[in-house]
């Protein structure tokens, strides 16, 4: 089993910046990717940000140039620094890890921008 805990969202005024965390534990040994997913009211859950374990990176067309996605091996943690945030990011954002053909998600951190 794999353990995803995020913290790091909250209520932001456009423009604004967060940076989001996600604490892994448990058998994180083979895990393949990592990554940020969000859901917005109404709509499916969508890819923001991935990263391999080889570290190459891939991002979202409506995230390019503002988020980030990066990892700390030694705190098993991945992050998402978010810039110039715009009222349409608002949304549940969840940590996610492939580890071979299994997904695992953790609980979700609303991020809410205000216009």
């Known amino acids: 089993q794999v353990r995803l805990v995020e913290s790091g969202g909250g209520l932001v005024q456009a423009g604004g910046s967060l940076r989001l965390s996600c604490a892994v534990s448990?058998?994180?040994?083979?895990?393949?990717?990592m990554g940020w997913y969000r859901q917005a009211p109404g709509k499916q859950r969508e890819r923001v940000a991935t990263?391999?374990?080889?570290?190459?990176?891939n991002y979202a067309d409506s995230v390019k140039g503002r988020f980030t996605i990066s990892r700390d091996n030694a705190k098993n943690t991945i992050y998402l620094q978010i810039n110039s945030l715009k009222p349409e990011d608002t949304a549940v954002y969840y940590c996610n890890a492939l580890r071979g053909s299994k997904d695992y998600w953790g609980q979700g951190t609303q991020i809410t921008v205000s216009s």
């Open positions: 448990g058998s994180i040994f083979s895990i393949n990717r």
């Open positions: 990263v391999t374990s080889g570290g190459s990176t």
